[in-house]
């Protein structure tokens, strides 16, 4: 495992990251008027203004950020005092974050959706060594988060990294277990109006490894993102075939605009560079990537703003590349990401997502070489 992200678990991941349920809906929502904005044909890149707005919580850090029904919500983790990892959970009230207790002391959350400001999920894993299930879900019912059953056993060593939800309600999450020594993707799923968990057979997914997120669309439409990506059409899983030219990749954040309008975003490795930035597309008949720089940096997560323009945030250890180590690729007219936006007072940026209004929200830390401080910033 790779050192930057240790305590993250490799995201490699969550996964909120996209993260997720209210702005993959106004993503979807957003599609007829937008759908031409495809590779190369984006608008001008200009270098809109980030604002940053971090918890007043020290040895903290955040993962994922979802925003529906006017509720916007981001989890994550600090340290804690009984136990190496505490769950945290805060909800941005318009003015400043809110931090309602939580059910456990000894958990992590790594992904959350919002599917009404009365119905939110998040998901993680405990930190009890001897309980049944690491994997864990907890619900806000608008008053509490309560720990949710799940109502079977999926192994001390299992643990959930992202959640999203349908525009129909159905809820997915995707995670881990290991089984013989060996990660196997994980994937839970809630139906609409139902109240049982229920496990997926991942049975044809292929090589996905550890599964960092989850981009539902449709119950027939769902992929998972890991070492490679799977998608499930109702019936069962199938492996995606990548490009060649992105052998070796690790996916982390997606999002869509549509079935046929699919973004996906990570890194790879060479000898040279390190960690480099991967982007891929999806048309509805094939993956592509996407021309990004050639530079030290990865990417956890990709969103649309309100002109329907992909923005993917990161992190760099590359203090010429950004001293700060907050990394924003934006796609330009060219069909290229390109690095022009600065998120001042930012570290390392796991998730963005864009709100209700067309703002994007990212999470993170104040600094890639130190992840517990938390961070959060808003760009209009």
Known sequence: MDTTRTLRVSRVTRVTGVGRAGPRRAALALATGVLALAVGTAPAVAAPRWTALPPEAPDSVLYDVSSADGATWAVGMSYGKESLFAPYAVRWDGTSWVTPPQPLAAARLDGVAVRAADDVWAVGADDVPEDENGALIQHWDGTAWEVVDLGMSLGASSRLNAIDVTPGGDLWAIGVRVEAGVEQPLALTLRA???????????GAGDVGFAS??????????????????HFDGSGWKQQQLPGSVSGVLLDGATARARDDVWAVGHAWDETLGRHPVALHFDGAAWEAVPVLREPGQLFDIAFDATGTPVAVGETRDPQVEPEGNYVLTLAANGAFEHVEHVAGGGTLFDVERDGEGR???????SAWDDMTPFAARRQ
């Open 213 to 230: 997120d989850v981009l539902a669309l449709a119950p027939d439409d769902v992929y998972v993102f890991g070492a490679g990506v799977a």
């Open 193 to 203: 109006g139902q109240d049982q968990w229920e496990e997926v057979d991942m049975t």
């Open 360 to 366: 994007l929200w990212a999470v993170g830390s104040t």
